[in-house]
Each structure stands twice: as structure tokens, then as C-alpha cells.
């Protein structure tokens, strides 16, 4: 595979419906949006690696993160559990989505991962100054596989 075109062969279509569990009306209706093929056809270059939120700084936070803690998400999207803390804080999860998304459309497009500028997100628990509990702090890499 290369990262100029969809994997060798193209996509198994009937594969995916049915790992995504859609009837063949709904794969007819995903498919009619082209940002939605362009994604599947290009899924293969996210295979090559593995997106790491490293946490940074932290304090006051009830889940208990550590500075070094990694938790760690395919590019497709998903932690990856049994590489991650057993405990995950949730008020971490939106700033950590959209970081790995800006990974994705990266990898997705055919360029590399990096430079990602803007690599370093918070949780949004504002922190006990600010009237919260804690805060935790992350910077966020790619690896390959």
C-alpha cells in the first residue's frame, strides 16, 4: 500500500456494512456522501499508527492521572484499553476527541502526522482556583506501529 491511492484491491463495501451493522439502504446513503467513501478508501493509511496523549501536568485530578500516564487511541478512533489506564476521567475525553481527530484528517489525507501545532490540550475541568476539582494537562504524538 502507498499513500497515493485506497488500498491495493479497493474496499470490501459488504464487509464494511456489515461491521458497521448498517442494512444495505443505510451503506447506500453513507456511501452517497463523498467525504464518507473518501474516508473508507483512505482507512488503510491510519493502520500505520497509533496516536499517544501523554499527560503532561496534572493536579487535584479525581481519576487519579499521573504526569507520564499515556493513554493511547488508534487513528480510527478508539482507546485502546489495554495499553491505557484502567481509569480514564471523563471531563478529559472532549478535548482529547478533537485532537485525534486533527491526527486523522492528517493521516487520512496521505501527510504525515506531524508537524500537528497545536498538540497540547486540557481537560475541562477548569481546576480548584477557578472553583473545579483538578486539572491534567496532555501532548499528544503519533508512533508508528
Not at 13 to 22: C, D, H, K, P, V
Not at 29 to 36: A, D, E, G, L, V
Not at 68 to 87: I, M, N, Q, T
Request: charged letters at 20%.
Amino acid at each position: 500500500m502507498t499513500d497515493e491511492g485506497p488500498a491495493q484491491g479497493g474496499v470490501d463495501w459488504e464487509a464494511f456494512r456489515q461491521s458497521m451493522g448498517y442494512t444495505p439502504e443505510e451503506l447506500e446513503t453513507f456511501r452517497s456522501h463523498p467525504n464518507n467513501a473518501y474516508v473508507v478508501e483512505n482507512a488503510h493509511r491510519l493502520d500505520r499508527w497509533v496516536i499517544v496523549a501523554e499527560v503532561i501536568d496534572s493536579h487535584g485530578c479525581a481519576a487519579g492521572h499521573k504526569v507520564g500516564d499515556r493513554l493511547y487511541f488508534s487513528p480510527h478512533g478508539v482507546l485502546e484499553a489495554d495499553k491505557s489506564p484502567s481509569r480514564i476521567c471523563v471531563q478529559a475525553i472532549p478535548a482529547l476527541a478533537s485532537a485525534v481527530a486533527v491526527f486523522q484528517e492528517r493521516i487520512i489525507a496521505g501527510l504525515p502526522p506531524d508537524p500537528y501545532l497545536f498538540r497540547h490540550v486540557g481537560c475541562v475541568d477548569v481546576g480548584v482556583a477557578c472553583g473545579g476539582w483538578g486539572h491534567i494537562a496532555f501532548k499528544l504524538y503519533a508512533l508508528p506501529r
